[in-house]
């Protein structure tokens, strides 16, 4: 069964610092990887989605890459802003969506 | 991209009632719908897969009786947790797969909040 693991749990830095999550998946039969967004109490909101065959994904200040072989994906937010704050969920797609444990972002203005 | 709508937004039921939640893809014909719930500050858990016209797929440990899900049309799924009890309060989040360009693309809806008293 796939296990998608997310480092750290939580995160703190100050604004405008650049930062990265780390997302690990065990199995690397996988369609695509997406990059949510949670806020508290809300739905996901969907950040980047990277198919398999490619290596990464950008928009805006966000750049997520994909590394299937070794079962990794980053997510890079630069110069953070304190409305970055929030959950942040990675999912792999492969016969199902499995969703990571997310990383709780809180950006300090 | 896609909508995906869920109703209610919040709910709060009392204990031993059944409470329903639909799902609706709002610009996409969803055949497969998924129903996930998640606990606070934790990840979303898969409860089951609904196929339209079919009976839905259940992960272990959900229970299906408890757990009714239909799927009778393209556009709406609906989630009734019957006889309620605290432990079912939690957040519900639906998704619909639609297939695009040869891509399957998962889109969620809002969640809605269950409160059991």
């Known amino acids: 069964k796939q296990e998608v693991t997310q480092i750290p749990a939580a995160l703190s830095v100050p604004e405008g610092e650049n930062l990265v999550l780390n997302c690990s998946f065990t199995?690397?039969?996988?369609?695509?990887l997406q990059w949510f967004r949670q806020d508290p109490g809300k739905g996901l909101t969907s950040l980047l989605l990277i198919q398999s065959s490619q290596r990464e994904q950008t928009s805006g200040r966000l750049n997520a890459s994909l590394d299937k072989s070794s079962g990794r994906s980053t997510l890079y937010i630069a110069a953070s802003q304190p409305g970055d704050s929030a959950t942040y969920l990675c999912a792999v797609h492969g016969n199902q969506f499995y969703f990571g444990t997310g990383t709780s972002l809180t950006v300090i203005p | 991209g896609a909508v995906v709508s869920q109703h209610p937004s919040r709910v709060i039921c009392k204990s031993g009632t059944s409470v329903k939640i639909e799902c609706r893809s709002l610009?996409?014909?969803?055949?497969?719908m998924f129903w996930y719930r998640q606990f606070p500050k934790k990840s979303l858990m898969l409860m089951a897969t609904s196929n339209e016209g079919s009976k839905a797929t259940y992960e272990q440990g959900v229970e299906k009786d408890k757990f009714l899900i239909n799927h009778a049309s393209l556009t709406l799924s609906t989630l009734t947790v019957t006889s309620a009890h605290p432990e079912d309060s939690s957040f519900y989040i639906c998704?619909?797969?639609?297939?695009?360009?040869?891509?399957?693309?998962?889109?969620f809806g809002p969640g809605t909040r269950l409160t059991v008293t």
């Open positions: 610009d996409f014909q969803a055949t497969t």
């Open positions: 998704s619909a797969r639609d297939l695009r360009g040869g891509v399957y693309e998962q889109y």
């Open positions: 199995d690397s039969a996988i369609y695509n």
